[in-house]
């Protein structure tokens, strides 16, 4: 079934540790987004991709670090996790960036202790 | 930092009412974006309209937008119980740095049955 996934679903980890945020897409899409949602914050956006091999930061992305080596895969890594990167993470996905609608995932619950 | 923020915050009204969510935004957009949100899902297009646009119609949802009053409203009518979720705008501002939608806050709508 075509769609974006992400996982995992839920994630607890300390403070300190390094993880990783699967997101994958079936659409071959060109535009790739992360964001992250908090309560009192809304959405903001972390990091997006254009294409494969091309990624540029968006509002808030100290402490994290992306890769697109293929247009279908868009990992978020969070390379000293801070409790102050506890968040719902959603990925997303557009045929022309924000011209066109985005298709979101279910998200990722991430605690860090 | 917020573009659009959604008004009211939190909107309860009868199952068969109609309900009317209003955004406003700061700057130029290119266009204007509303979005679902179910309880612990990721977000879900609703309606694209573009900064040439003044009204369009998907089913029972009908967008306004005023760029002179850097404003849109959202008007979901007969409501249904399965349109109980948080329904948020986010806009693609012109010229902007960042290639993301910047979203509200949201507003959550609950429908009584």
């Known amino acids: 079934d075509a769609g974006i996934t992400q996982s995992p679903r839920y994630k607890i980890t300390e403070t300190g540790r390094q993880v990783t945020l699967m997101c994958h897409q079936t659409w071959s899409h060109s535009y790739m987004f992360w964001y992250r949602q908090d309560l009192g914050h809304g959405l903001r956006l972390i990091y997006y991709s254009a294409a494969a091999d091309i990624t540029d930061k968006g509002e808030v992305p100290d402490g994290y670090v992306v890769s697109r080596s293929k247009t279908e895969n868009f990992p978020l890594t969070l390379e000293s996790a801070t409790r102050s990167q506890t968040s719902v993470y959603f990925c997303?996905?557009?045929?022309?960036?924000?011209?066109?609608?985005?298709?979101f995932g279910n998200g990722t619950r991430l605690t860090v202790t | 930092s917020q573009q659009g923020e959604e008004d009211p915050q939190a909107l309860s009204i009868q199952e068969g009412e109609n309900a009317t969510m209003n955004c406003s935004y700061k700057t130029s957009i290119n266009n204007l974006q509303w979005y679902r949100q179910n309880s612990g899902r990721g977000l879900v297009h609703l309606i694209l309209?573009?900064?040439?646009?003044r009204e369009k119609h998907s089913g029972r949802l009908r967008v306004t937008l005023d760029t002179s009053k850097k404003s849109s409203s959202l008007l979901i009518t007969a409501s249904r119980a399965a349109d109980t979720a948080s329904y948020f705008c986010a806009t693609d501002e012109s010229g902007g740095g960042a290639d993301g939608l910047t979203f509200g806050k949201g507003t959550h709508l609950i429908i009584q049955p």
């Open positions: 309209i573009r900064s040439n646009e």
């Open positions: 997303a996905s557009s045929v022309q960036g924000v011209e066109s609608p985005l298709h």
